[in-house]
């Protein structure tokens, strides 16, 4: 039964590639971010199913209980998370930002106000697409 | 569950559907991490995920507008093969990857046993997670301390705190009188709960970073249901900016005072009379030390978000 064993992975590669999926199609900055979370939350997901062990319990230690899972990962994504709201916020502040700027936080508008200083003119219809 | 909310997150297009399934979704991932073991993670998705970015997501999509509009000529031919290709080359990947929870994996023969084996009588904790995070890996977790300080610093210079002059008026009857009466009688309760999760660390499930979450959600629980302004006054940001630092610097100084008492930056040993002592003290204190950054932090993020949105109306 290869393929079972393996479907912890390939949930996180779904989760993740639909984080990816969320980032480079949606046109909405917010969306992007929110894709980028569940990007990260997938590789969190990847790192505590590895500490998992068979049978084992949470690494707290008590009497008569031997088997524990693997307490590294889980230090590891403790803190990822805290820093991950961190950076997020730091995302939205820029969002925040860049509504402030171009009164819009749609992608390809605000490609095309770029487009339009820095040549003068309007986008042309090949690239917009 | 999970995959069944990131369809729906991808497909949908109303911003505040979105976010409030974010939050479902940590708090998924959270049940998850509890079947995984790994307790302390989940407490921390669950605070972190489901509270505060849900919250933080929301100030924003208040300033930015929740409506998306559409986009008038997408392709989605070309990110959905990327999406694919990108997917069957990690799948092929995980082909030689070992199976889930095997206890003969390579990540299970590194440095793992010591931690299981050795920790509970050289650091003389139970919780072998927070053993971990404070002591042998206390760079590791400085550096995160440091980097969420980092990201707060970034946000303030960004976006800064406006403290609002005036004061609400309070001869008015309030505008949600049972959520306030029901806020009064929960933030206590919180508050204490994450002092337990902040001090009980060492022996179940929790340590500074949940605690210092779980610190912030009683004020921000506390901001929402009555005004910013009773909120800044209660814990004032340049008070927080304070502490933020203070909570850094505390981490900080505890290397440099075991350098002083002559062992390694971070090697609590030196701290007390035996080497255990000094690793109960030394934990203590850098625990200490994150919570008070992490809740600080977390706070003053809040702040900045909700007085930006504020100020605008």
Same mark, same amino acid.
Request: glycine residues 8%.
């Given at each position: 039964?290869?393929?079972?064993?393996?479907?912890?992975?390939?949930?996180?590669?779904?989760?993740?590639?639909?984080?990816?999926?969320?980032?480079?199609?949606?046109?909405?900055?917010?969306?992007?971010?929110?894709?980028?979370?569940?990007?990260?939350?997938?590789?969190?997901?990847?790192?505590?199913?590895?500490?998992?062990?068979?049978?084992?319990?949470?690494?707290?230690?008590?009497?008569?209980?031997?088997?524990?899972?693997?307490?590294?990962?889980?230090?590891?994504?403790?803190?990822?998370?805290?820093?991950?709201?961190?950076?997020?916020?730091?995302?939205? %502040?820029?969002?925040?930002?860049? !509504?402030?700027?171009?009164?819009?936080?749609?992608?390809?508008?605000?490609?095309?106000?770029?487009?339009?200083?820095?040549?003068?003119?309007?986008?042309?219809?090949?690239?917009?697409? | 569950?999970?995959?069944?909310?990131?369809?729906?997150?991808?497909?949908?297009?109303?911003?505040?559907?979105? =976010?409030?399934?974010?939050?479902?979704?940590?708090?998924?991932?959270?049940?998850?991490?509890?079947?995984?073991?790994?307790?302390?993670?989940?407490?921390?998705?669950?605070?972190?995920?489901?509270?505060?970015?849900?919250?933080?997501?929301?100030?924003?999509?208040?300033?930015?507008?929740?409506?998306?509009?559409?986009?008038?000529?997408? !392709?989605?031919?070309?990110?959905?093969?990327?999406?694919?290709?990108?997917?069957?080359?990690?799948?092929?990947?995980?082909?030689?990857?070992?199976?889930?929870?095997?206890?003969?994996?390579?990540?299970?023969?590194?440095?793992?046993?010591?931690?299981?084996?050795?920790?509970?009588?050289?650091?003389?904790?139970?919780?072998?997670?927070?053993?971990?995070?404070?002591?042998?890996?206390?760079?590791?977790?400085?550096?995160?301390?440091?980097?969420?300080?980092?990201?707060?610093?970034?946000?303030?210079?960004?976006?800064?705190?406006?403290?609002?002059?005036?004061?609400?008026?309070?001869?008015?009857?309030?505008?949600?009188?049972?959520?306030?009466?029901?806020? !009064?009688?929960?933030?206590?309760?919180?508050?204490?709960?994450?002092?337990?999760?902040?001090?009980?660390?060492?022996?179940?499930?929790?340590?500074?970073?949940?605690?210092?979450?779980?610190?912030?959600?009683?004020?921000?629980?506390?901001?929402?249901?009555?005004?910013?302004?009773?909120?800044?006054?209660?814990?004032?940001?340049?008070?927080?900016?304070?502490?933020?630092?203070?909570?850094?610097?505390?981490?900080?100084?505890?290397?440099?005072?075991?350098?002083?008492?002559?062992?390694?930056?971070?090697?609590?040993?030196?701290?007390?009379?035996?080497? =255990?002592?000094?690793?109960?003290?030394?934990?203590?204190?850098?625990?200490?030390? =994150?919570?008070?950054?992490?809740? %600080?932090?977390?706070?003053?993020?809040?702040?900045?978000?909700?007085?930006?949105?504020?100020?605008?109306?």
């Amino acid at each position: 039964m290869m393929s079972f064993e393996l479907y912890n992975y390939w949930v996180v590669i779904f989760l993740m590639m639909a984080g990816f999926y969320i980032l480079i199609a949606s046109n909405h900055l917010i969306k992007k971010i929110i894709g980028l979370n569940i990007f990260q939350t997938s590789v969190f997901m990847l790192y505590i199913s590895m500490g998992k062990v068979t049978g084992g319990t949470a690494p707290i230690a008590v009497e008569g209980i031997t088997n524990y899972s693997n307490p590294l990962p889980h230090v590891l994504i403790l803190t990822a998370i805290v820093v991950g709201i961190a950076t997020t916020s730091l995302a939205l %502040a820029l969002v925040i930002r860049i !509504k402030e700027a171009y009164d819009t936080v749609q992608e390809d508008e605000i490609l095309e106000m770029d487009y339009n200083d820095d040549h003068g003119t309007a986008l042309p219809e090949a690239d917009t697409k | 569950m999970l995959v069944f909310t990131t369809v729906a997150i991808v497909r949908l297009r109303s911003l505040f559907a979105i =976010v409030m399934l974010s939050g479902i979704y940590s708090l998924l991932s959270a049940n998850i991490f509890i079947v995984l073991d790994a307790v302390d993670v989940a407490f921390t998705e669950a605070a972190v995920g489901a509270g505060i970015s849900t919250v933080l997501m929301l100030a924003t999509i208040g300033i930015t507008g929740y409506e998306m509009k559409k986009r008038s000529n997408i !392709k989605r031919f070309i990110p959905l093969l990327v999406v694919t290709v990108t997917g069957a080359v990690l799948v092929y990947g995980t082909l030689d990857m070992p199976a889930f929870s095997d206890a003969i994996a390579p990540i299970h023969q590194h440095v793992a046993p010591r931690y299981i084996l050795d920790s509970p009588q050289e650091i003389g904790i139970p919780n072998m997670v927070t053993s971990v995070l404070a002591s042998y890996r206390g760079y590791d977790t400085m550096g995160e301390v440091i980097v969420v300080f980092a990201a707060l610093v970034g946000v303030l210079s960004l976006i800064g705190i406006r403290e609002p002059k005036v004061p609400p008026n309070y001869i008015e009857p309030p505008a949600r009188p049972i959520l306030q009466v029901m806020a !009064k009688f929960f933030v206590p309760f919180i508050i204490l709960f994450a002092l337990y999760v902040q001090f009980h660390g060492d022996f179940g499930p929790g340590g500074g970073f949940q605690a210092g979450v779980i610190f912030s959600v009683a004020i921000i629980l506390y901001t929402l249901t009555f005004s910013q302004y009773d909120g800044m006054r209660l814990t004032p940001p340049h008070i927080l900016k304070i502490l933020a630092a203070a909570g850094v610097l505390i981490f900080g100084g505890t290397g440099v005072w075991t350098l002083l008492k002559g062992g390694n930056f971070l090697n609590y040993s030196v701290l007390g009379k035996t080497s =255990v002592e000094g690793q109960h003290l030394g934990i203590l204190i850098i625990e200490f030390g =994150v919570g008070l950054t992490v809740a %600080a932090a977390m706070m003053l993020l809040f702040f900045a978000f909700v007085s930006r949105g504020n100020s605008k109306l």
